[in-house]
Nanobody
Framework: QVQLVESGGGLVQAGGSLRLSCAAS????????AGWFRQAPGQEREFVAA????????YYADSVKGRFTISRDNAKNTVYLQMNSLKPEDTAVYYC???????????????WGQGTQVTVSS
């Protein structure tokens, strides 16, 4: 079993930056693809970004393309989400997910973290 723990969330002003981390334990994380999703109040969880196990392939939602960057350090069993030029509409709980094949939908991921809150003030 793989356990995922997100960190790095917080309160930031519009235009600011945050870096989220997702630390994995309990399995061979370096062989798993990973993704970030978010859920705003009253809305469904949505895809943000994903990365293949090697880090060679990355995918982004149109709403974050050019502002967010997903990366990973397999030696540290950690995936990151660098978020720049944050907007109030980026406010959400951000979740890390992992599975054997990279995907852009929730259904593609078996392992999930508990989430970390990101709040962007205007």
């Amino acid at each position: 079993q793989v356990q995922l723990v997100e960190s790095g969330g917080g309160l930031v002003q519009a235009g600011g930056s945050l870096r989220l981390s997702c630390a994995a334990s309990g399995g061979t994380f370096r062989t798993l693809a990973a993704g970030w999703f978010r859920q705003a109040p009253g809305q469904e969880r949505e895809f943000v970004a994903a990365i293949s196990w090697s880090g060679r392939n990355t995918y982004y939602a149109d709403s974050v393309k050019g502002r967010f960057t997903i990366s990973r350090d397999n030696a540290k069993n950690t995936v990151y989400l660098q978020m720049n030029s944050l907007k109030p509409e980026d406010t959400a709980v951000y979740y890390c997910a992992a599975d054997f094949v990279v995907a852009v939908s929730e259904a593609g991921y078996h392992y999930w973290g508990q989430g970390t809150q990101v709040t962007v003030s205007s």
